[in-house]
């Protein structure tokens, strides 16, 4: 019988110290600058991808892990450092997710090395799906690709929101509608390649954390590219199109594909705030004297503690059994991708909260980062699918029912 371990391998650990050092030792520092400047942190971009921590090999070195927790140990440990600058990094990976999800060898071959860029010049990508009335209902999108037969194009039209890198990236992967009147079962995605004529994003939403990060709205108009550049082809969008007009059942669609393989991952950036916000404040607690002595002799603050530790404990071993099960083609048959990611959402909101109160005044204050990962950690309750929209996916899978 197989020996059953939660050891890391060896390989693992290697990777966790490697990332760890690079957020302690160039994120961490640079964290404050960046999100008061509200730009995208390219020097540090620049650096990660030359130690290797930002480009294609590393993600597929991450994949080739079969336990399917090397990537959600990396991303721990990097948004440990900070999520802003974090999501600057690793925000490239949702495009490269849904190019992944979606699309042939020849499409990963093209575009994915275009999505990093190069050490001397790195590039950013955007995965463009949600719009101004079509945020969790996903099947309300309004923005159209229509199929040009004498040029071999698709024309895109609409609107995006909220897409981290919109704008300031090289590739755009953006999801449309073919066939309105199917819902979500008649969209695709498409690549947009650097330098298409009508895409334009007009101005970076400032925002209430991750404030390193790039986030615009993107415009389409009369956006035209090459017939190569719908995921997965032709062929396959039609036949998949037949089956939907012939009312058999789907196996899935674009958006929804490429949040299902980043939702654990997601969690995992969560735990590495809500992390970062417990070590902080434990620290914190043991230095800080009132009444003759250390704050954390009082059963309040230690009760606390031992509470926001607990939760990140399980939090973690539910994103790991999520990446376990998504990397080794487990069906999330009681909606356990998103079971992590809700889970490591609240708990980071909630730990961070609390080591804002466990300092006090002090913890108001920008001299103390957990303010910052305050406003960091709300955001992992709302994207990627809200809260709500987790409990809706577990409670439907463990129902059968189709809950509204």
Same mark, same amino acid.
């Given at each position: 019988m197989a020996e059953f371990?939660?050891?890391?391998?060896?390989?693992?650990?290697? *990777?966790? +110290?490697?990332?760890?050092?690079?957020?302690?030792?160039?994120?961490?520092? =640079?964290?404050?600058?960046?999100?008061?400047?509200?730009?995208?942190p390219w020097p540090v971009i620049q650096e990660a991808a030359k130690v290797g921590l930002y480009g294609f090999e590393f993600l597929a070195t991450c994949w080739a892990d079969p336990t399917g927790l090397s990537l959600p140990i990396a991303s721990e440990e990097l948004f440990w450092g900070d999520a802003g600058i974090g999501?600057?990094?690793? /925000?490239?990976?949702?495009?490269?997710?849904?190019?992944?999800?979606?699309?042939?060898?020849?499409?990963?071959?093209?575009?994915?090395?275009?999505?990093?860029?190069?050490?001397?010049?790195?590039?950013? %990508? $955007?995965?463009?799906?949600?719009?101004?009335?079509?945020?969790?209902?996903?099947? $309300?999108?309004?923005?159209?690709?229509?199929y040009d037969e004498a040029t071999d194009e698709w024309v895109l039209n609409g609107?995006?929101?909220?897409? &981290?890198?919109? /704008?300031?990236? /090289?590739? !755009?992967?953006?999801?449309?509608?073919?066939?309105?009147e199917l819902g979500s079962r008649g969209q695709a =995605?498409?690549?947009?390649?650097?330098?298409?004529?009508?895409l334009?994003? &007009?101005?970076?939403?400032?925002?209430?954390?991750?404030?390193?990060? !790039? &986030?615009?709205?993107?415009?389409?108009? +009369?956006?035209?590219?090459?017939?190569?550049?719908? *995921?997965?082809?032709k062929e396959a969008l039609d036949e998949r199109l037949a089956r939907a007009?012939?009312?058999?059942?789907?196996?899935?669609? =674009?958006?929804?594909?490429?949040?299902?393989?980043?939702?654990?991952?997601v969690g995992a950036q969560a735990l590495g705030v809500a992390r970062a916000a417990y070590e902080y404040a434990l620290d914190y607690a043991k230095e800080r004297v009132q009444f003759g002595r250390p704050i954390i002799e009082n059963q309040a603050v230690a009760f606390a503690l031992a509470d926001m530790r607990t939760e990140i404990d399980a939090a973690r071993l539910l994103v790991w059994r999520a990446s376990w099960m998504g990397r080794n083609n487990r069906p999330f048959t009681a909606g356990e991708g998103s079971m992590s990611k *809700?889970? =490591?959402?609240?708990?980071?909101?909630?730990?961070?909260?609390?080591?804002?109160q466990l300092l006090?005044?002090? /913890?108001?204050?920008?001299?103390?980062?957990?303010?910052?990962?305050?406003? +960091? %950690?709300?955001?992992? &309750?709302i994207f990627e699918g809200t809260s709500e929209i987790q409990r809706l996916v577990i409670s439907r899978a463990i129902s059968g029912a189709q809950i509204r």
């Open positions: 371990s939660l050891d890391l391998s060896e390989e693992q650990r290697d *990777l966790r +110290d490697w990332v760890h050092g690079f957020a302690a030792e160039v994120v961490r520092p =640079a964290a404050a600058e960046w999100d008061a400047r509200e730009e995208t999501l600057s990094i690793f /925000g490239t990976s949702l495009a490269v997710a849904a190019i992944y999800g979606a699309g042939t060898p020849d499409q990963l071959v093209e575009w994915v090395p275009q999505c990093f860029g190069d050490v001397d010049e790195p590039a950013v %990508a $955007a995965f463009c799906t949600t719009e101004p009335e079509a945020g969790s209902d996903v099947g $309300a999108m309004r923005t159209r690709a229509v609107q995006k929101a909220y897409a &981290t890198n919109g /704008g300031i990236a /090289g590739v !755009h992967v953006v999801t449309a509608s073919i066939q309105p =995605a498409f690549v947009v390649p650097p330098g298409t004529p009508g334009s994003a &007009t101005r970076k939403l400032r925002k209430l954390g991750l404030r390193a990060s !790039h &986030t615009a709205d993107v415009f389409l108009d +009369d956006v035209r590219v090459p017939g190569r550049c719908l *995921l997965g082809g007009r012939s009312g058999q059942r789907a196996s899935g669609q =674009a958006a929804m594909r490429t949040f299902e393989l980043s939702r654990p991952t *809700l889970k =490591a959402g609240e708990v980071a909101v909630s730990v961070t909260e609390k080591a804002v006090g005044g002090a /913890g108001f204050l920008r001299d103390h980062p957990v303010e910052r990962w305050y406003r +960091d %950690a709300k955001i992992y &309750t």
